[in-house]
């Protein structure tokens, strides 16, 4: 993945139109992660990102013959941080497209793209059953920070959601 004329991949952002690829490649990535599932809330979700938000962007991995992956990315304002951060919410390339660089090359693809924005920063979660997801990110200057990550559910619907 030297050059654009050798790679056929694409980082496109998603669209209201592209709800239901967007549903079945994060479905893979729910089910791949053993993440639970509600199709009605995530198809609920979805809509709400597609349809156009500051909060977040989701944009596909795609070349002429269909989704390879897809990166949702969320912002939020931080004062240690001096400002607009980029969360890099879900990252996902499917198996298929695994081992050939596409991952590396969307991450970096994705982080022009948020410096063209003013961001600074990105930030990311990584589950602990995918170390070859944490030798990518580090591959492409991601560093891991001695901190923890701690969530709390608040809503009437989330009290059963985290494990």
């Not at 967007?22 to 198809?43: A, G, M, N």
């Not at 879900?90 to 050939?100: I, K, L, N, S």
């Not at 961001?119 to 944490?134: K, M, N, Q, S, Y």
């Amino acid at each position: 993945m030297n050059s654009d004329t050798e790679n056929p991949w694409k980082v496109v952002a998603a669209t209201g139109g592209d709800l239901e690829i967007v549903l079945t490649v994060v479905r893979e990535f729910y089910r791949d992660l053993e993440f639970p599932w509600d199709s009605d809330l995530k198809r609920r979700v979805l809509k709400g990102i597609l349809g156009g938000t500051e909060a977040a962007k989701l944009w596909l991995i795609r070349d002429s013959a269909g989704v390879g992956g897809y990166a949702l990315v969320t912002y939020f304002l931080s004062l240690e941080f001096d400002g607009r951060v980029a969360l890099l919410d879900e990252f996902y390339v499917e198996p298929r497209c695994r081992g050939m660089g596409l991952g590396g090359w969307a991450l970096e693809e994705i982080a022009g793209r948020l410096v063209a924005e003013g961001i600074g920063v990105i930030r990311l979660e990584l589950d602990e059953r995918h170390p070859e997801a944490g030798r990518l990110y580090a591959r492409h200057g991601f560093r891991r920070e001695p901190r923890q990550i701690w969530s709390r559910r608040i809503g009437p619907d989330q009290a059963d959601a985290l494990r």
